[in-house]
């Protein structure tokens, strides 16, 4: 199955469920005509090394076949014309799953019982969103950048000022001639303020109704003055500003400087929230063990994890006790505690040791917890 969207926690913990064989390859891959050939031959090379690996483990012939003809159907398949910037494919004799991504997955190939949902789970737990502002005096225009699409024109709900000139009431804001009263530099300034306050007004009163809580990024594509204006101006919105002209900027150059500087942002995210969880050490409701944080995961306990998503950690899970035993075949066991968190409600986010500086990391994992284990 061909999907342009992330998975629910439904679809990881059917990912997660084991297999005779289970190959799992993430590819970098990139938008356009160009690349297709190259994404092509990047992952049927993989699969082909991974059928390799099945057929010199003793598998049957017709296990083989069978995994091919999954990969024949996905190499057939309409996705290499509207590729992104990754892949993750699941194949087993049973079933196939790909995912078409915008986020930048490392290049991965794994054969065993199991597929490795880690990067995956990566995807799903950390925030890949941002809506963009690109202003100019001839005009401005909403984004959003979603972790299932590239940045794309935000529709607004109302008529607005579409430029400068309108905002002000003005044939033109260029230049030092007269307009209206208002004449030079410091009249085009103060009729620019005018404009940047009359789009911060729309800004908020689009936002307010698809991001009320003001939780995603706002990038700001501007130069000065006008970039200068508007960060006065907002001070409701985390705005992140990218100087330069944005009049001539394409969807896939916002969409890129987007998910470029989404990491730092996710990164300061990470540390301030662990930072709140130290404040609960005290009350008994932090956990470190891995043992201890499977077991508050499976009875519910926990409210929020922050793991290393590149950990290897392999072992199995028992979903009721939360027990967990250690050993080579198994599956990643921090990617499925991390499912199980989010199965039952909790806050889970992937991250690599890194990108985080707060004194409570202990390099693998550390929970949040409702309430303290007995």
Known sequence: MLRYQLPS??????????????????????PGPDHRENALVTAKSAVDRALRTVRESGAKHAVEDQLRERWAEIADSELWRSLSRSLAIFIA??????????????????????????????????PQEAYALTLSADGWNLWHATPSSRAAELPLSEEYAADAAEATNRTTIRGRQQVGRLVGDEGKKTLLQTYAKRVADAVESELGQVDPDRKLPLYLFATDPLLDFYRNIDGKHRLVAVPGAPDDLRPDQIDTAIRGSLPKLNSEFVNTRLGEIADTVSRGLVATDIGDIARAAASGAVSTLVYDFTVDVLGLL?????????????????????????????????????????????????????????
Request: negative net charge.
């Open 9 to 30: 926690v439904a679809d990881l913990i059917e990912l997660g469920r084991q297999h005779q064989n289970a190959i799992t390859v993430y590819a970098q891959t990139a």
């Open 93 to 126: 004799e049973d079933q196939h799953q790909v995912y078409v991504l915008p986020n930048a997955l490392e290049t991965q190939l794994q054969v065993g019982q199991y597929f490795d949902i880690g990067q995956l789970v990566r995807a799903v737990t950390t």
């Open 318 to 374: 028992d979903d009721t006790t939360g027990e967990v035993s250690y050993t080579p075949d198994g599956y990643d066991l921090l990617s499925r505690i991390a499912v199980t968190v989010l199965d039952k409600g909790g806050q889970a986010i992937a991250v690599r040791s890194d990108e985080v500086t707060s004194s409570i990391w202990t390099g693998t994992a550390v929970a949040e917890l409702r309430f303290p284990l007995s």
